[in-house]
């Protein structure tokens, strides 16, 4: 059967307002328990979706609309109000009330929900972690539901990899396995920019070569639909300097770092 652009969209709106209906349901349920007052909820994602944006459909590309995921916090008596003996806590909750403009990583939720559980959260990972039994990459961000505070971080920024095969398109693109893997894209978001390195991956010791094949660069405020790509322009080395800055949340990183300062470097001398 074939199936039209629109009726695509028409689908994922559809299952979006089912999985709504659902998630109203389990809160319902608990308040229905009477575990809403000592229950933290968080709704998340997996990753984005794509709707045909850049001519890419579901969830393979390194795009922010692939990327980004709503992440929600219900933490009782914290950041909802307790209500009176008898009524529910939610049969409205307005979760935009307050949101926090942050730049967050889902890395961010283990350490705190740890932290709300009332458990000390993971160490944090060191560079060489594959033997270590637990630690975390992530940030608690459990103090930021009493200390709301609605200005932008320019400084946060998070990450996320995609994989391909090749850097032309082939018919396993999108699905191929852990073997075919031959380039990789990091990516750096901020609210400020959206920053893609395409380098060299080898699968069997998931180490890069730093071999650039692409790099993108996007301005967010003023083209949020990441449609023009300012990485070949030299005016914006220092834009790419920027972002090589205080990034050293993953093992990759600092690698990814060095190549950051690299490339800002050699643009600006005009040499890229």
Known sequence: MFVTQLQIRQHYYVSVKYLDSHVGRLLNTL????LAEDTVVVFTSDHGWSLGEHGEWAKYSNFEVATRVPLMFYVPAVNAVCPWPGDKIFPYIDVFGGTVRNVNELLDVFPTVSNLAGLKPPHPCLDDSFDVELCTEGDNLAYTFKHLDD??????I???QYPRPADTPQENSDLHNLKDIRVMGYSLTSWDYRFTLWVGFDPA????????HAGELYL?????????????????SLRLRKLGQGYHQLPWAQTLKQHLY????TKSKGMA
Do not use: K
């Not at 308040?31 to 009477?34: A, E, F, I, R, Y």
């Not at 200005?151 to 946060?156: G, K, N, P, R, V």
């Not at 010791?205 to 650039?212: A, E, H, I, R, Y």
């Not at 690299?262 to 470097?265: G, Y």
């Open 262 to 265: 690299l490339t800002a470097e």
């Open 31 to 34: 308040d229905d328990l009477g």
């Open 220 to 236: 967010m405020e003023r083209d949020p639909g990441q449609d023009h790509n300012l990485y070949n322009g030299s005016e914006h």
């Open 158 to 160: 998070a990450c996320s």
């Open 205 to 212: 010791s998931f180490q890069t070569d730093l071999v650039v």
């Open 151 to 156: 200005s932008m971080d320019l400084e946060s």
